[in-house]
Nanobody
Framework: QVQLVESGGGLVQAGGSLRLSCTAS????????MGWHRQAPGKEREWVARTTGSGSTLYADSVKGRFTISLDNTKTAGYLQMNSLKPEDTGVYYCNAEYLSRDYWGQGTQVTVSL
């Protein structure tokens, strides 16, 4: 089965950086697109960023200029580089991938940004 696993979350001070990874397994070809969402305590899940195999990227206004989404050359893993982190970036971050016309989600990784 196709599975996505996030890693790289943790506790960081405001202004710091984290790099999240999302690794896909159980696939024969590279994924078609990857996105990241996050969910803060007591809030709905929020879209953060998206990229495609062709390299196009989109970002939520709240993270634009601070976060960078990318895929590796094999398109079996993706990354979210998060710089200049703010406390409001705190939440569980989930990756999702489009593969052969189907959507898959990881289980999430916790990101906590302290003052």
């Amino acid at each position: 089965q196709v599975q996505l696993v996030e890693s790289g979350g943790g506790l960081v001070q405001a202004g710091g950086s984290l790099r999240l990874s999302c690794t896909a397994s159980g696939i024969f070809f590279g994924i078609n697109a990857m996105g990241w969402h996050r969910q803060a305590p007591g809030k709905e899940r929020e879209w953060v960023a998206r990229t495609t195999g062709s390299g196009s990227t989109l970002y939520a206004d709240s993270v634009k200029g601070r976060f960078t989404i990318s895929l590796d050359n094999t398109k079996t893993a993706g990354y979210l580089q998060m710089n200049s982190l703010k406390p409001e970036d705190t939440g569980v971050y989930y990756c999702n991938a489009e593969y052969l016309s189907r959507d898959y989600w990881g289980q999430g990784t916790q990101v906590t940004v302290s003052l």
